[in-house]
């Protein structure tokens, strides 16, 4: 059994699966889009081993014009996973709303955003068909919507709860001031506010840490996404060019990846590291960062090695202007 994490009324695995990757055309993996079976191959064998959070979004799909692809292959590898009964009531599928996607805009920059009440409670309604709910066990705010005070757009996210369709929320993409307004204005885990923060971190991007920092304080579940360095960097650490994690793994006999993983767990009491993966092995090796435990002086060191000059994520520059 994996090590597991609290996740507001929820425990689960202390590492999801990130399922993104299994709907973006991919130089690395091509084909994979459009091959259901090995995109579903992937989610059988995180279940398999013990996942028992899935991450997903209604934006995560390989054209503009199929919204929901990412969707449909998560409920279709969950409800044909052959776990038992006990088995699948454990298992947390997550979703995200509030991105949309510009006609032939095949990435997140060529998308909109929108945050009105009508927009989320329409994009609920078809995630939770989509994915075969009568209730989304969590659901995320994608991104804020400049367009929008975040005033407003917090209280259509926590109507949601009431619209009947989502049973938590969270939160993704947010500075430290946006966290602690949802916090005062929706409460915390315990009060039934805000469970989960979802924001990029990695040994190559470390922006916004002080949200992590209010995670740790309130018990909030902090899922980085892109743990590994996503497409971005992922290869480059698992190459040595990026901090010192590969060398440190050589060392224990793990793979960079999996260390990074340790170094995610190890760091943060209330971090769920969500790796992608488009192959089973992947996230296999994601897992074995559960078992690799690390010191004090060896989190240091790996610390003191990452990049401190990395530019803000270009497609978060207008979240960090937006005030809460």
């Known amino acids: 059994m994996l090590k597991t994490r609290a996740l507001g009324p929820y425990n689960v695995s202390a590492v999801g699966l990130g399922c993104m990757h299994l709907s973006f055309p991919s130089d690395r993996h091509p084909g994979l889009t459009d091959d259901l079976d090995r995109g579903i191959a992937v989610i059988h064998a995180a279940l398999d081993a013990g996942v028992t959070l899935l991450d997903t979004a209604d934006i995560y799909a390989p054209s503009w014009n199929t919204m929901g692809h990412n969707e449909r292959v998560v409920s279709q590898g969950f409800h044909t996973w052959n776990g038992t009964s006990e088995q699948k009531a454990k298992v947390i599928l997550t979703t995200k709303a509030g991105i949309t996607r510009a006609k032939d805009g095949t990435a997140f920059g060529e998308?909109?955003?929108?945050?009105?009440?009508?927009?989320?409670?329409?994009?609920?309604?078809a995630s939770a068909s989509r994915m075969g709910l009568s209730k989304i066990p969590l659901w995320q705010h994608h991104r804020t919507d400049p367009a929008i005070s975040y005033e407003e757009q917090f209280d259509n996210v926590m109507g949601?709860?009431?619209?009947?369709?989502?049973?938590?929320?969270?939160?993704?993409?947010?500075?430290?001031?946006?966290l602690r307004h949802a916090i005062k204005a929706g409460g915390t885990p315990q009060q039934g506010g805000i469970i989960s923060v979802?924001?990029?971190?990695?040994?190559?991007?470390?922006?916004?840490?002080?949200?992590?920092?209010?995670?740790?304080?309130?018990?909030?579940?902090?899922?980085?996404?892109?743990?590994?360095?996503?497409?971005?960097?992922?290869?480059?650490?698992?190459?040595?060019?990026?901090?010192?994690?590969?060398?440190?793994?050589?060392?224990?006999?793990?793979?960079?990846?999996?260390?990074?993983?340790?170094?995610?767990?190890?760091?943060?009491?209330?971090?769920?590291?969500?790796?992608?993966?488009?192959?089973?092995?992947?996230?296999?090796?994601?897992?074995?960062?559960?078992?690799?435990?690390?010191?004090?002086?060896?989190?240091?060191?790996?610390?003191?090695?990452?990049?401190?000059?990395?530019?803000?994520?270009?497609?978060?520059?207008?979240?960090?202007?937006?005030?809460?």
């Open 160 to 178: 949601l709860k009431e619209h009947g369709l989502v049973a938590e929320i969270g939160l993704s993409n947010v500075t430290a001031e946006m």
């Open 198 to 324: 979802q924001n990029e971190y990695s040994p190559n991007y470390q922006h916004w840490a002080d949200v992590i920092d209010i995670c740790t304080e309130y018990g909030i579940a902090y899922l980085p996404w892109s743990p590994i360095g996503g497409a971005r960097s992922v290869q480059k650490i698992g190459a040595g060019e990026i901090g010192g994690f590969k060398t440190m793994a050589d060392e224990k006999g793990v793979s960079p990846y999996a260390l990074t993983i340790a170094w995610h767990l190890a760091k943060f009491p209330t971090s769920i590291p969500i790796p992608g993966a488009s192959k089973a092995s992947s996230i296999l090796d994601s897992l074995e960062g559960l078992k690799i435990e690390l010191t004090a002086a060896e989190i240091a060191t790996l610390d003191a090695s990452c990049p401190t000059d990395i530019p803000l994520n270009p497609e978060l520059i207008d979240i960090a202007k937006l005030k809460g």
């Open 111 to 125: 998308s909109g955003r929108n945050s009105s009440k009508h927009y989320l409670y329409r994009a609920v309604e």
